[in-house]
């Protein structure tokens, strides 16, 4: 055999390894091509690794740190109050810290962490608002704690927002590890309570940890999907962040929809970030509560979730107060607030 004969055979052979293993590459890496964009093409472990992506947040570790007590405030009726910090990405997160009075439990004192509703981060203060609720929860025998979120108040960073960003359900997670090394705490005792878009982060937690939070409570919740919250949410109340917190939100939603496209053209994606696509991963107990006449976020919202949590065979309970505004103010506070507690209380604390 001629050595141009030799040549040609290894060439030919060259050429159909090569070609061998780019297929079966190719084979193995699913693609997403954005509509209106043909040219993109983006990977399924571009999409997992998306740190919105609720695989990303699972696969992420929060390892809290240890609660420094920055300020004793005036204590309660039954309990201490202080502000304290914790870490949350290197970042200093502050937070309201409330600790029952008396004897505590072997096990340590059960704990609700308390997830805020939208506040204009430059006019938060960790002690305004919401102060009647943390008191009704301290008052039952719970260490509550209320995380101020990045860039909220004096909280360091920016403040991100909870929708387009990873950010504030982050620095939740970090609260919860940090509420679980705190010596007065029982760590298996943990449930969370959230209010509108602290709903939001309630639900993308109890999704990304399904173990560690025990029970769920949610008001006036943004916990619709993303195609709700970006066709589907008319406020009847103006909604007016401020320009710098505008352009942060806008940035972070229009990054991802550049990227990836919308939900429409590209809903592998969006249902590989929005929580309400992985609601069968829940083990928490939930409770939701919503005012007939929510001005600011739809109550089709809770409905829809509760719809999906029962059909999932959830545990899962819904109330509804004809008349109530966002906040189930009077006079349906004490009411939704009562069963709030007595909630936490079955799964908490075991009681009936």
Do not use: C
């Amino acid at each position: 055999m001629s050595n141009l004969s030799r040549y040609l055979i290894i060439f030919v052979l060259i050429v159909a390894i090569t070609g061998s293993v780019i297929f079966h590459f190719q084979s193995q890496q699913k693609s997403v091509t954005v509509a209106g964009a043909p040219q993109v093409k983006i990977q399924q472990s571009q999409i997992e690794s998306n740190p919105l992506s609720i695989q990303a947040m699972r696969k992420k570790s929060y390892p809290g740190s240890e609660l420094i007590f920055e300020e004793t405030l005036s204590p309660g009726s039954n309990y201490n109050q202080y502000i304290a910090s914790y870490q949350s990405d290197g970042l200093k997160i502050d937070g309201l810290l409330t600790v029952p009075k008396g004897d505590k439990p072997t096990s340590g004192w059960p704990v609700i962490i308390f997830n805020h509703g939208y506040i204009p981060p430059e006019s938060y203060q960790t002690t305004e608002r919401y102060v009647a609720y943390v008191d009704a929860f301290a008052r039952n025998g719970y260490i509550v704690f209320k995380p101020d979120y990045r860039g909220n108040g004096s909280s360091e960073g920016q403040p991100e927002g909870a929708y387009y960003s990873p950010a504030y359900a982050t620095d939740v997670l970090n609260a919860l590890s940090s509420l679980k090394l705190f010596p007065d705490a029982d760590p298996d005792r943990i449930g969370m309570w959230g209010h509108s878009m602290g709903g939001n982060i309630t639900l993308r937690d109890i999704v990304v940890d399904t173990k560690d939070i025990k029970a769920a409570v949610i008001w006036g919740g943004v916990v619709g999907s993303y195609d709700d919250l970006m066709n589907n949410w008319q406020r009847r109340v103006p909604y007016q962040p401020s320009p710098r917190e505008l352009a942060l939100r806008n940035n972070y939603r229009k990054k991802l929809t550049d990227t990836y496209g919308t939900p429409e053209s590209n809903p592998q994606f969006w249902q590989a970030v929005d929580p309400t696509y992985h609601l069968a991963d829940i083990t928490t107990p939930i409770q939701l509560h919503t005012g007939g006449n929510d001005e600011e976020v739809p109550v089709a919202f809770s409905v829809s979730l509760y719809d999906q949590l029962q059909k999932l065979g959830k545990t899962v309970e819904y109330y509804n107060y004809p008349g109530g505004d966002h906040n189930n103010s009077s006079p349906n506070f004490e009411l939704a607030m009562q069963r709030s507690i007595d909630f936490f209380n079955k799964y908490l604390k075991g009681l009936s």
